[in-house]
């Protein structure tokens, strides 16, 4: 019973197998390549695994603090940030092995020539709340 | 309306109908039904026998369910008569439930879903809510479970050992909603200890008590750890430490000891002492050993270290410590502490900052960042 994050980058991991840009897909490629998504989380809510899953517009803007009463300051988006997240799953599962195994079929989804992609996951634990016994 | 009292009929009225001829899943669903009627209705309308107004609204939403689908299944003549109600055998349906419901074939996180909504009473949502998952998610989660125990016969005995296991993990988890796990645990432990006569359940049931005394103290106001040794002890709820300790006492005397009575043995200890510095650490280095004895698990090993440390020195606690591997969560943490109580403040620092970042939840994680930060300010000045 712990929480995994199953990390999708545009950028930063390293290149799939299967490394083509989804715009040199067919359509039915692409049409493939969602249903297996569809299919894949529709399958973890049965098996009561399924917490959430996400996809990321690519650019996005950085924000900071100015000063008391001053507008956030902006900038970006930047086209050669090394890391760029596409998007996320969480799932709630048993064992970090079966996170493990979950990512490695999620990984599998088909891509170019209807072969999985064989792109690269992270699995990222969360925090969890303190347990109550530890002494 | 008392909502514990109500939840507290759950398994007895589920054994009625289970005995009647209602298989498992299906008898879960309509008590489930009569549990969220009785909160609608019960306010205006409380019933003279609530067990009784259970099993009868429970039995014809069974029959409903039943009928509705009769047709296809073919089973009219298994629900078309109501059975005269069977003698009254409900201590033992509520241990048989439990048995069930951490049956070895569920992984722990169904037999903990399934544990809390067929004897615990409590609706899909709550527990969702309590683990922080889509209700949709708990429900799969939960009748997939009721799929997997649905051949297994409900007069066969179970084994406690895989039930204490269950109960321990709603204890023990740290989230919290709309439902207090821990109290939740406890209740349905002491429920468990009322339907068997076991040294183990009773070793659990002090185990808990004595940690949950502790509650409290173990937060400061703006949510970060409170450690045993700083904690407030006048804020430790004595009523609950006695009960714990009396369960334990008891217990021990029966000699048939175990590894939660063990644990809950060195709980004890703390709670005994009016002070830290007053803690018996000599006696919990023994309890320890005991316990490493009973489970050999090498997280018992490194809180001996621990122990250790206190009752011969950090020196000897390092010792101790040298022996395991340094990979084991938390090994980092415990050679901090060890290391600053032996006056070696830089290797202290730098152990504290590394077992922060391997620290597995956030309240930890921010506690060891400030007893690295505390130490590193320290050593500057």
Not at chain 1, 1 to 25: E, F, I, S
Not at chain 1, 52 to 70: H, N, S
Request: charge should be negative.
């Amino acid at each position: 019973m712990a929480k995994y994050l199953l990390l999708k980058h545009y950028r930063g991991a390293p290149t799939a197998v299967n490394d083509v840009p989804m715009d040199q897909w067919t359509p039915e490629e692409i049409s493939a390549h969602v249903q297996y998504m569809n299919d894949f989380a529709a399958r973890l809510e049965k098996t009561g695994e399924f917490v959430d899953g996400q996809a990321l517009a690519p650019e996005g803007t950085f924000v900071r603090y100015d000063g008391e009463g001053r507008p956030p300051v902006t900038d970006g988006p930047f086209a050669e940030t090394k890391d760029l997240i596409a998007g996320w799953m969480v799932i709630d599962v048993d064992s970090y092995e079966r996170a493990v195994e979950l990512a490695g079929e999620l990984s599998a989804a088909p891509g170019a020539g209807g072969k999985p992609i064989h792109e690269w996951l992270e699995v990222r634990p969360f925090l969890a709340c303190p347990p109550t016994i530890t002494e | 309306m008392n909502e514990a009292l109500l939840r507290s009929l759950t398994p007895s009225v589920l054994g009625i109908l289970v005995r009647r001829g209602a298989d498992f899943a299906a008898a879960e669903d309509a008590v489930q039904d009569a549990l969220v009627e009785a909160v609608r209705v019960w306010p205006a309308d409380p019933p003279r026998d609530p067990k009784g107004w259970l099993v009868t609204v429970a039995w014809r939403r069974f029959l409903d369910a039943t009928r509705a689908d009769a047709a296809r299944r073919r089973r009219e003549d298994l629900v078309d008569e109501e059975p005269a109600p069977g003698p009254a055998a409900a201590v033992d349906d509520t241990l048989q439930l439990y048995f069930l419901c951490a049956h070895p074939s569920l992984t722990p996180s169904s037999a903990v879903a399934l544990t809390l909504r067929a004897v615990g009473g409590l609706t899909t949502r709550q527990i969702a809510q309590a683990y922080l998952v889509p209700e949709a998610t708990m429900a799969q989660r939960i009748s997939r479970a009721k799929r997997t125990v649905s051949g297994v016969r409900f007069d066969q005995p179970g084994n406690v050992a895989t039930v204490l296991r269950v109960l321990y993990l709603v204890f023990n988890e740290g989230y919290s909603g709309d439902v207090d796990l821990a109290a939740e645990a406890i209740r349905l432990t002491r429920q468990l200890a009322a339907a068997i006569d076991h040294p183990e359940v009773a070793g659990l049931l002090a185990l808990m008590l004595l940690h949950h005394a502790r509650r409290a103290a173990r937060t400061a106001p703006d949510g970060s750890l409170v450690p045993l040794a700083e904690q407030d002890r006048g804020r430790w709820d004595t009523e609950s430490i006695a009960e714990g300790v009396g369960i334990l006492q008891a217990a021990l005397a029966r000699d048939r000891l175990g590894e939660f009575q063990a644990q809950a043995a060195i709980a004890a200890l703390h709670a005994d002492a009016p002070t830290a510095e007053e803690t018996d650490w000599v006696q919990i280095v023994e309890w320890y050993d005991e316990l490493a004895r009973l489970t050999d698990s090498p997280v018992v090993r490194l809180n001996r270290a621990v122990a250790v440390g206190e009752a011969d020195g950090p020196r000897a606690g390092l010792a101790a410590l040298a022996a395991l591997d340094a990979s084991l969560p938390r090994h980092a943490a415990v050679a901090a502490y060890l290391h600053e109580r032996d006056g070696d403040l830089a290797t202290a620092a730098r152990l504290y900052a590394e077992a922060a970042h391997k620290a597995p939840d956030l309240a930890e994680r921010d506690h060891l960042t400030r007893q690295a930060a505390r130490l590193n300010a320290r050593r500057c000045r």
